[in-house]
């Protein structure tokens, strides 16, 4: 039996998407982008330099990477730590040695805890996003507006004064938002999130405070999604991301510059079975004539430059 008419007749349907968040276009069909001297590629590596606290409450949901064993959880509490203690030092070696030009994303409360960790990263001039207060300050639907804003201003104003930078990106603990979520880092003076995985390239994205941008962070090639998630060998891990830096540079051929964007986590990646497998990622790019390694906020105004 067909369905009736009105079964498809609600508010927020239109073409593309249900929602008024975005225009809708294809990748293919919009205008190409040029990256600096020809560079087809553009490479944002993304460090996540995270605060997961022991008395995890888990509202409304355990966040991905966090604690798992009835408190204190201590094993697995020492292991975050530990990237921030050793690991994150392997990754600053090994950008410096391939030239790569890293954003660490960092949540507020382990800046402020951690003021060595700022200073490391401050002393090399390397750009900070909001990685939001901790892991286990999530945003979600459903939350009191008042206790998200009040949060979010916490979190971005708190992390502007003691860096002096002027924090342009954010991302959420767990990439998980409310619904209100946009319209609040607007009004915080966000330029940009990196939350929503569906595209390759930044797009418009709108809010009833004015327009932002999305930045495109892949969750697929998250060292934590590609190891803790689909329990691929660190092996695959680079297989997947040299086969995804060859499949953009092809299209970047033909359709204008791509972003590679790598998140990558000093506890995962930082460990010393697996530093060497970064290490080959970055020889990889750095052995590219094509790849322009730079800070996300610098990929965005070149890109909104030419929009």
């Known amino acids: 039996m067909a369905l009736d008419n009105s079964y498809l007749q609600y508010p927020e349907r239109s073409y593309g998407m249900d929602h008024n968040r975005y225009d809708w276009s294809m990748l293919a069909q919009r205008k190409p982008v040029q990256w600096p001297n020809g560079k087809k590629l553009a490479v944002w590596v993304n460090v996540g330099l995270q605060q997961f606290p022991l008395d995890q409450k888990g509202v409304p949901f355990k966040v991905p990477g966090g604690m798992t064993m ?32 890293p954003t660490f994303a960092i949540n507020t409360e382990l800046a402020e805890q951690n003021p060595y960790l700022l200073d490391v990263i401050l002393k090399r001039e390397d750009e900070l996003m909001c990685h939001g207060w901790n892991m286990d300050s999530l945003h979600f639907g459903g939350q009191e507006q008042a206790a998200e804003a009040e949060l979010v201003t916490k979190s971005v104003q708190r992390l502007r004064e003691i860096s002096g930078q002027a924090i342009r990106g954010w991302i959420s603990p767990a990439k998980n938002q409310s619904e209100n979520t946009p319209e609040l880092l607007k009004a ?20 009833n405070n004015g327009s932002m941008w999305s930045m495109p962070l892949s969750t697929e090639l998250s060292d934590q999604f590609v190891l803790m998630n689909n329990l691929h060998s660190e092996q695959s891990y680079v297989e997947q991301i040299i086969d995804a830096t060859s499949m953009l540079a092809a299209e970047a051929d033909s359709q204008g510059g791509r972003i590679l964007a790598l998140q990558i986590h000093p506890w995962l990646l930082g460990q010393p079975h697996r530093i060497a497998k970064l290490e080959q990622v970055l020889a990889h790019l750095a052995a590219r004539d094509d790849v322009w390694f730079a800070h996300a906020s610098e990929i965005l105004d070149c890109y909104t430059k030419q929009q």
Do not use: E, Q
């Open 70 to 101: 009835p408190y204190p959880d201590l094993r697995h509490f020492s292991l975050r730590d530990y990237g921030n203690r050793v690991g994150l030092y392997r990754f600053l070696k090994a950008f410096d040695k391939y030239g790569v030009k």
């Open 188 to 207: 915080n003076g966000i330029d940009f999130h990196c939350d929503w995985v569906n595209d390759d390239m930044p797009y418009a994205f709108n809010t």
